[in-house]
């Protein structure tokens, strides 16, 4: 512990029993809630958080619509959005192989022709892996499609970035430009991914949540933990790979490529080793910054615990996501219904003042504005009002991704510790000192 200022908490304490309770009364669950059983054997009280503890995946997605949790979200977005905007300015090549979903449904960039107009409808796991076998390259690329055609809008944003620099295709000019498009990312949800991560813990654990100032207070402070958790996995990946590229500068020639034909089931093995480290990277990172927001630990406690966690529950791991998938639908949903009748009464309110035509015209002038068309001043600016309302309520998703990392986090660290999912490292309170 670095810092002895610190405790951990479990909300409420741990539950006891009086000395003179009837026994149904005392009973007790291995994972500490009660049984409640009589001596007929009728259960009469059960603790929910441990017969389903995933659960708590729910109250996550709960606590991703607090208006903290939604403004840390939306500052993260537009910084990422910033950052990306200057790259692209400045001409850093993009390359990403998965662009829009049009490119998946009419003529893909990554598979072309028939194949890509197909895709959504046939991309399936034999499909994928006959790709695979065949094709190595294009299985490659057909994965990420399909994986980016079934995620929600933010998580595949994640998939389609990660798809360069893992791609054995990628130039090096799309390598680079897509490594600072990262770089850029992991900086900048390390501020705002911890801070959510913070807010959601403390929610979820029945304490006192620091806000929006507490919470960009706490993500600037433990920030740098959250990123060199992803920037020392990474480099330790960079240095695997050394060996790898000697071999490669053999293979230019064909005699190199000989004898690399004939030792590649040893590379191999050493592909394993880096197989392991970029998915714990790229699985284990949102577990890394929920673990600082839980914790307040350094990296190396990020690492450790979320390649823990990872490798030693992956089914867990798996379940947890896609419970989180299934409850990204109707959450997801809720955002967008509430950004749009918020936008939708707004104009009705004002309609009652304006008269039917005006109204009729102000409309036609928003429809307007999309098509970019010239209109009033004060169309643009209800336009600007309207988009900004969107992409705030829009960026609900980065909130949601994160607040359902840290609960995962939580979840797997019960699994693997037994550590209650309620405790959350937290100040020191005034009037505890030694």
Same mark, same amino acid.
Not at 387 to 407: D, H, K, M
């Given at each position: 512990?670095?810092?002895?200022?610190?405790?951990?908490?479990?909300?409420?304490?741990?539950?006891?029993?009086?000395?003179?309770?009837?026994?149904?009364?005392?009973? !007790?669950?291995?994972?500490?809630? !009660?049984?409640?059983?009589?001596?007929?054997?009728?259960?009469?009280?059960?603790?929910?958080?441990?017969?389903?503890? %995933? #659960?708590?995946?729910? !109250?996550?997605?709960?606590?991703?619509?607090?208006?903290?949790?939604?403004? *840390?979200?939306?500052?993260?977005?537009?910084?990422?959005?910033?950052?990306?905007?200057?790259?692209?300015?400045?001409?850093?090549?993009?390359?990403?192989?998965?662009?829009?979903?049009?490119?998946?449904?009419?003529?893909?960039?990554?598979?072309?022709?028939?194949?890509?107009?197909?895709?959504?409808?046939?991309?399936?796991?034999?499909?994928?892996?006959?790709?695979?076998?065949?094709?190595?390259?294009?299985?490659?690329?057909?994965?990420?499609?399909?994986?980016?055609?079934?995620?929600?809008?933010?998580?595949?944003?994640?998939?389609?970035?990660?798809?360069?620099?893992?791609?054995?295709? @990628?130039?090096?000019?799309?390598?680079?430009?897509?490594?600072?498009?990262?770089?850029?990312?992991?900086?900048? #949800?390390?501020?705002?991914?911890?801070?959510?991560?913070?807010?959601?813990?403390? !929610? /979820?654990?029945?304490?006192?949540?620091?806000?929006?100032?507490?919470?960009?207070?706490?993500?600037?402070?433990?920030?740098?933990?959250?990123?060199?958790?992803?920037?020392? +996995?990474?480099?330790?990946?960079? +240095?695997?790979?050394?060996?790898?590229?000697?071999?490669? /500068?053999?293979?230019?020639?064909?005699?190199?490529?000989?004898?690399?034909?004939?030792? %590649?089931?040893?590379?191999?093995?050493?592909?394993?080793?880096?197989?392991?480290? @970029?998915?714990?990277?790229?699985?284990?990172?949102?577990?890394?910054?929920?673990?600082?927001?839980?914790?307040?630990?350094?990296?190396?406690?990020?690492?450790?615990?979320?390649?823990?966690?990872?490798?030693?529950?992956?089914?867990?791991?798996?379940?947890?996501?896609?419970?989180?998938?299934?409850?990204?639908?109707?959450?997801?949903?809720?955002?967008?219904?509430?950004?749009? @009748?918020?936008?939708?009464?707004?104009?009705?309110?004002?309609?009652?003042?304006?008269?039917?035509?005006?109204?009729?015209?102000? *409309?036609?002038?928003?429809?307007?504005?999309?098509?970019?068309?010239?209109?009033?001043?004060?169309?643009?600016?209800?336009?600007?009002?309207?988009?900004?309302?969107?992409?705030?309520?829009?960026?609900?998703?980065?909130?949601?991704?994160?607040?359902?990392?840290?609960?995962?986090?939580?979840?797997?660290?019960?699994?693997?510790?037994?550590?209650?999912?309620?405790?959350?490292?937290?100040?020191?309170?005034?009037?505890?000192?030694?």
């Amino acid at each position: 512990m670095t810092e002895s200022t610190e405790h951990s908490t479990s909300a409420g304490g741990p539950a006891r029993s009086a000395p003179d309770a009837p026994a149904w009364q005392a009973g !007790r669950s291995a994972a500490g809630g !009660r049984v409640g059983v009589q001596g007929d054997g009728v259960i009469h009280e059960i603790r929910w958080s441990d017969a389903l503890p %995933w #659960w708590l995946l729910f !109250r996550a997605a709960g606590a991703a619509f607090s208006p903290a949790v939604v403004m *840390l979200a939306a500052l993260g977005a537009l910084s990422t959005w910033a950052g990306w905007s200057v790259a692209d300015r400045i001409g850093l090549a993009d390359g990403r192989l998965v662009a829009t979903a049009a490119d998946l449904v009419s003529t893909s960039s990554v598979l072309g022709g028939d194949r890509g107009d197909t895709l959504l409808a046939t991309a399936g796991p034999v499909r994928l892996a006959t790709d695979i076998v065949r094709n190595p390259l294009e299985g490659w690329d057909v994965g990420v499609a399909a994986v980016w055609a079934w995620l929600p809008e933010p998580a595949a944003d994640l998939v389609r970035l990660l798809s360069v620099p893992l791609s054995p295709s @990628a130039t090096f000019a799309q390598m680079l430009g897509t490594s600072v498009r990262l770089a850029w990312f992991v900086a900048v #949800w390390s501020i705002f991914g911890t801070a959510i991560a913070r807010q959601v813990a403390l !929610r /979820l654990a029945g304490e006192e949540a620091p806000g929006l100032t507490g919470g960009l207070w706490f993500g600037s402070k433990k920030w740098l933990s959250a990123f060199n958790s992803a920037a020392f +996995v990474l480099l330790g990946l960079s +240095v695997l790979c050394i060996p790898g590229a000697g071999l490669g /500068l053999l293979m230019r020639s064909d005699i190199g490529l000989a004898v690399a034909g004939a030792i %590649w089931p040893l590379v191999l093995i050493g592909g394993i080793v880096l197989a392991i480290l @970029a998915i714990g990277v790229v699985a284990g990172w949102p577990l890394m910054v929920g673990g600082v927001g839980v914790e307040r630990g350094d990296s190396f406690q990020a690492i450790s615990t979320a390649f823990s966690y990872l490798y030693q529950r992956p089914l867990h791991y798996i379940f947890y996501l896609l419970v989180a998938l299934a409850v990204s639908l109707p959450a997801l949903a809720a955002a967008h219904l509430f950004a749009t @009748a918020t936008s939708n009464l707004t104009l009705w309110a004002a309609s009652l003042g304006m008269g039917h035509d005006r109204t009729t015209e102000v *409309l036609s002038g928003l429809q307007g504005l999309a098509s970019g068309n010239s209109v009033p001043w004060g169309i643009k600016a209800l336009g600007f009002w309207i988009r900004g309302l969107e992409a705030v309520l829009g960026s609900f998703g980065w909130g949601y991704f994160w607040a359902i990392s840290t609960a995962a986090y939580l979840l797997l660290r019960r699994d693997v510790d037994g550590t209650e999912l309620d405790e959350v490292v937290i100040d020191e309170l005034p009037g505890d000192s030694e």
